[in-house]
């Protein structure tokens, strides 16, 4: 089989870790990802032989998507956050549209929803069950019987307990002894970024914080979070890393894990939850702030949950696990 997946933005995690986890479940298939902005991303896929990546203008995007669905028969064609894309692919009868919804605002997808040319769509997608009945509610009732949940997948060449665990030997930071505490996300108030530095102002000071984000456009979100910082004082505490590969990510886990450190999740709202799949795919513990989709980590015994917004008592999980 052939396919073809459209989304936005080319940075090493977040979609084309979806994409990467499908790829390697399904060495078979052939997957052709279109993308409109380079986040760091074009490497992302160069260990694949069945992944092949173009990266065009967004003004480019609806022509060049139109020209790949007239040049090659998809027998899927999924479309992610960008829903003039999917109009313009739908209106051709030889193309099987696939829209999915990956983000956790529920805003975004209510204003892409709108958007959508929602009858002409073959599916609609979601990560999880918890999504998938959130995203229902918003959507008119005939279109119900064409919604799926469709799992994401963790990258199994990556995220296993076996494998590199030397992240901080080159992580440029002299923290040996310490205990490590690593975020992953964006600095936007969804990821609740602000609870991870009032965390770390609640430990002693042989925590320290490592944050990973992908590449930001705006400086004012980072600058945000780092004023948190420095305004709990534990802006000394901080580690922050942009963009990491898959291969080192998961070499961050496993550091973390051997370090006697935890995955920490802050989150407020979560469409699947990369990192916590993948981090207890490493062996990682998660100390995080409860949310309802979690509930597909629990078998993995790794999870430590506490109320939303209580990050006092994630302080207290994570020393008294220790």
């Not at 494998?163 to 996300?185: H, Q, R, T, V």
Request: glycine share 6%; net charge negative.
């Amino acid at each position: 089989m052939r396919k073809l997946i459209v989304y936005p933005n080319l940075s090493k995690g977040g979609v084309s870790a979806v994409i990467r986890g499908r790829a390697t479940a399904e060495p078979q298939n052939t997957f052709d990802t279109l993308f409109f902005n380079d986040k760091g991303g074009a490497d992302s896929f160069v260990d694949l032989h069945n992944v092949e990546t173009v990266v065009v203008t967004s003004s480019r995007a609806k022509n060049y998507a139109n020209f790949l669905s007239n040049q090659v028969q998809y027998d899927e064609i999924s479309v992610l956050s960008a829903p003039e894309i999917a109009n313009e692919l739908s209106a051709l009868e030889q193309n099987a549209v696939h829209y999915e919804f990956h983000s956790s605002d529920m805003g975004i997808i209510e204003n892409e929803i709108k958007i959508l040319e929602l009858d002409r769509l073959a599916a609609i997608h979601a990560p999880s069950q918890v999504m998938l009945d959130k995203i229902r509610d918003l959507l008119p009732r005939r279109t119900w019987k064409r919604l799926t949940v469709l799992p994401n997948l963790v990258d199994t060449t990556n995220f296993t307990v076996d494998g590199p665990a030397s992240f901080f030997e080159n992580s440029g930071f002299d923290d040996s002894g310490k205990i490590p505490l690593l975020w992953i996300g964006r600095f936007d108030s969804g990821k609740a970024f602000a609870h991870f530095a009032r965390l770390l102002g609640s430990l002693p000071d042989n925590y320290v914080g490592h944050v990973v984000v992908s590449l930001e456009d705006d400086p004012t979100r980072a600058n945000k979070f780092l004023s948190e910082c420095a305004a709990m004082g534990v802006l000394s505490r901080v580690r922050i890393y942009l963009n990491l590969s898959p291969k080192t990510m998961a070499n961050a886990y496993r550091s973390v894990r051997d370090a006697k450190g935890w995955l920490v999740s802050t989150s407020l709202n979560e469409s699947f939850g990369y990192a916590v799949a993948e981090a207890t795919s490493c062996g990682l513990r998660a100390a995080v702030s409860d949310l309802p989709v979690w509930d597909l980590f629990e078998s993995s015994g790794l999870l430590h949950r506490v109320p939303s917004g209580a990050v006092v008592r994630l302080a207290q999980v994570i020393q008294t696990e220790q």
